[in-house]
């Protein structure tokens, strides 16, 4: 065998060598390839190491971010951080619906207080849209049952009127004889000495004033008819059924405040009562209806019309309309008196009072400037009431909480000045010992549409803005 330079392997030996050896051979090529991918192999397991607790760490984030959840309570400012769990849920779902049925409750509330007992008449007859048949009698009776209403919201306050000046002398009359003949001996005709003449006035002073305070002491507030301002009918002209329901809703309003002043003086007298005396009433802001119908011939619909003063039928104020013949302006009044309301009777003049504020708080058409920022719209309409009453003047705080609490009236306008009297006894009234001051207010009422609209007809919802249903 020749020799080689350099290293002189015999496979064969070493091939036995390892047979012989053979774990020892394993053991080597253990180590040699630990040596090799051990660090390959635990490159890839920190990977998949810090890949799983990055994952680990995003949901503990994640827990940490629910544990740090801001929760508010339904109805409630307070906030606390919680962890959300199906138990928070269903105990956020009962709250909830709770308040829920509280509001339902309130809505109802509201409702209630809102519409009262008020019934309009002739429900699915006449209203909300009657056959022609229906419109050529119906329209007669519904005014007669709506003017016996009115009639007895008199009655429910005891109202009555001052006695009158003819009254007076006739029982004055009689008074003078039967003194004259019983206490001075004289014959009516006879001239009386001055000091017969000074006793004489004395009694008859006294019996006058008796006279008005049994009268007072019978009644519960002086009113007068024709401060309701009923509505007149005319069978030459037939108003539509808008107009009637129009009427029906000044109706509810005026409603509203006699029932106001019933219980606020609590079937008290006169002479007690907080509110002495009714001296105008007007509903203002009434829908207009305005008909199609030739002049002077009779009429059985409507169809357009707009707020007085707001042809756009918005409820805002506006430009005022131009009545003219078939044009109803306010609960039943404008150009064509005949089935117009009776205008109400002016107060008497008041003296100027320092400070005035000229028209500031009147816009056109009578509306006084309101300061609420309501306007009728989907849930409401938005009327004003201006009264002018004779008041206990201590009381008118008490007098004012006392319409609030009976409807959703607001005051957006007063007047008060003091009220005399000496000067009131002249015309017959006898408003007791206290202090009195006449004063004038606006309010603001509110009317739900969730109810009212079930009886009005199409044209008065085309006035208001609101939806016809069609089937």
Not at 38 to 49: G, I, K, M, R, S
């Amino acid at each position: 065998m020749s020799k080689k330079k350099g290293l002189d392997l015999d496979t064969q030996q070493i091939i036995s060598w390892c047979k012989s050896n053979i774990v020892l051979v394993i053991l080597i090529i253990v180590s040699l390839g630990a040596i090799v991918g051990f660090p390959q192999l635990a490159a890839t397991q920190a990977e998949d190491v810090q890949a799983k607790l990055k994952t680990r760490s995003n949901k503990f984030s994640e827990l940490d971010k629910y544990k740090q959840t801001t929760v508010s309570l339904p109805g409630s400012t307070e906030s606390s951080k919680v962890i959300i769990n199906q138990r928070l849920v269903d105990d956020y779902v009962e709250v909830t619906n709770e308040i829920i049925d509280e509001a339902k409750k309130v809505v109802a509330r509201a409702s209630d207080l809102n519409r009262k007992e008020y019934q309009v008449l002739y429900q699915g007859e006449l209203f909300p849209s009657p056959t022609q048949a229906q419109m050529e009698t119906l329209p007669q009776y519904f005014y007669r049952e709506l003017e016996g209403n009115y009639k007895k919201l008199l009655t429910k306050v005891n109202a009555g009127s001052p006695v009158t000046s003819e009254e007076l002398v006739t029982s004055l009359e009689e008074e003078r004889i039967r003194f004259m003949d019983t206490h001075l001996s004289t014959r009516q005709d006879a001239n009386l000495s001055q000091e017969q003449r000074s006793s004489l006035e004395k009694h008859l002073s006294k019996i006058r004033m008796s006279k008005l305070r049994i009268h007072a002491q019978d009644i519960g507030v002086y009113l007068e008819e024709a401060s309701l301002n009923i509505p007149t009918f005319s069978l030459t002209v037939i108003p539509s059924v808008g107009e009637l329901f129009v009427w029906q809703w000044r109706y509810w309003a005026v409603a509203n405040v006699i029932g106001s002043i019933d219980a606020i003086n609590n079937r008290q007298t006169e002479l007690t009562a907080s509110i002495k005396r009714v001296v105008s009433l007007e509903v203002l802001g009434l829908p207009t209806i305005i008909n199609d119908a030739p002049k002077g011939g009779p009429k059985s619909g409507g169809t357009g019309g707009g707020f007085p003063n707001n042809p756009g039928g918005t409820g805002a104020p506006g430009v005022p309309f131009d009545s003219g013949p078939g044009i109803l302006s306010g609960p039943g009044g404008g150009s064509r008196k005949p089935s117009g309301p009776k205008p109400p009777p002016p107060p008497p003049p008041m003296p100027p009072r320092g400070g005035s504020r000229g028209n500031d708080t009147t816009i056109a058409g009578g509306l006084a400037a309101s300061f609420t920022g309501q306007e009728s719209g989907g849930l409401f309409d938005v009327l004003q009431v201006r009264v002018t009453l004779v008041v206990d003047t201590e009381k008118v705080p008490s007098i004012l909480d006392g319409f609030a609490a009976f409807n959703f009236f607001t005051v957006i306008d007063l007047e008060l000045q003091p009220e005399d009297k000496f000067l009131a006894l002249d015309h017959g009234y006898d408003f007791g010992s206290a202090s009195v001051s006449r004063m004038t207010v606006v309010f603001e009422t509110i009317w739900l549409r969730s109810w009212t609209t079930k009886f009005m007809p199409d044209d008065v919802k085309t006035v208001l803005g609101i939806e016809i249903e069609t089937e």
